[in-house]
């Protein structure tokens, strides 16, 4: 059990670290107005659904019945297509930065969805990490604001990333159980599957005015890295983490998300180390530590 646990919190670690890459390379794609926000929506939703199909032809097959394909579109509808469509959207129109403090909300509406649908307690521990866990992201993101250009529609975009938010919450809550009946690859394939049966019709119009010609080589790379980075192998993380660990804990760790993007600005000379930072990723961890050690409601 022990073992399951490290290994959940590394997968959420690793899936947390590609997510947190996921603004400002979304931002780069989305900036030139060729590859809209509903064509990258596209692009992560099949492109996942085709990896994880592949990948499913070397697993043990598994039989999936018709009651449990009904669940598994409703888990693709709000875990998959509402989540990135709305983040997708909503970081389109706001800026990164924006985008990255609107995240740390999400551990909060998981604590009171898990609370309201599981009766998972809200104890002291679990309040006070998150409250560290928030004070150190907010830290990050209004230092590395300086200088950030705001989006087409700032208001908008940061309702959509809430939205994002919400939507992921209430999948985590809401299927926390159902998904440990199959294995990873299984629940992946049908959820993505799923959800690229409803995205692609609704985007076939803006396919096929798209002009490919147009899309420059890094627009590929940073799309590439939007499908197989931020989506299929960060999806891989989530779902172990979520097997092995309480919706609360699995929330907590976006609050990893503004660390990274606060060492990319470092690394690329954009940002600067201090104090206060450093302060500030002690307090995201401490955070983490203190909801994982918070008491649960036995199963």
């Known amino acids: 059990m022990a073992s399951a646990k490290i290994k959940g919190h590394l997968s959420m ?23 809209a926000p509903l064509l ?31 669940r598994l579109a409703g888990a693709g ?3 998959i297509l509402l989540n990135q469509g709305c983040f997708i959207f909503g970081v389109g129109l706001t800026s990164p930065g924006e985008a990255s403090l609107i995240t740390t909300t999400m551990p909060m509406w998981v604590m009171l969805l898990a609370y309201i649908i599981l009766g998972e307690p809200i104890t002291a521990k679990k309040v006070g990490g998150i ?13 590395g604001r300086a200088g950030i250009s705001g989006g087409e529609n700032p208001t908008l975009g940061d309702l959509l990333v809430l939205g994002a938010q919400l939507s ?18 299984t629940l992946m394939k049908w959820m993505f599957t799923f959800a690229s049966l409803v995205a692609i019709p609704v985007s ?6 798209t002009d490919f010609g147009a899309v420059t080589s890094g627009m590929w790379v940073g799309a590439a890295y939007v499908v197989v980075g931020g989506t299929f192998i960060a999806y891989i993380g989530i779902m172990i983490g979520q097997k092995t660990l309480r919706p609360t804990v699995v929330g907590m760790y976006n609050y990893v998300q503004p660390i990274v993007a606060t060492i990319v600005g470092i690394s690329a000379g954009m940002d600067h180390f201090s104090m206060l930072k450093g302060l500030a990723v002690v307090l995201i961890f401490s955070g983490v530590y203190l909801v994982t050690i918070s008491r649960a409601k036995e199963s």
Do not use: C
Request: hydrophobic share 60%; aromatic share 14%.
């Open 13 to 35: 670690l690793m899936a947390n670290v590609l997510w947190g890459l996921m603004s400002p390379v979304a931002k780069f794609v989305l900036s030139s107005g060729i590859i």
């Open 40 to 70: 990258l929506t596209d692009f992560r939703v099949s492109g996942a659904a085709l990896l994880f199909w592949i990948l499913s032809l070397f697993m043990p097959y598994e039989r999936v019945p018709w009651q449990d394909l009904l």
């Open 77 to 79: 509808m709000l875990g």
């Open 131 to 143: 409250v560290l866990g928030a004070s150190g992201a907010l830290i990050l993101v209004l230092s």
């Open 168 to 185: 992921y919450a209430l999948y985590l809550t809401l299927y926390r159980n159902f998904i440990r009946k199959y294995s990873l690859v």
């Open 204 to 209: 076939l119009p803006t396919i096929l005015s």
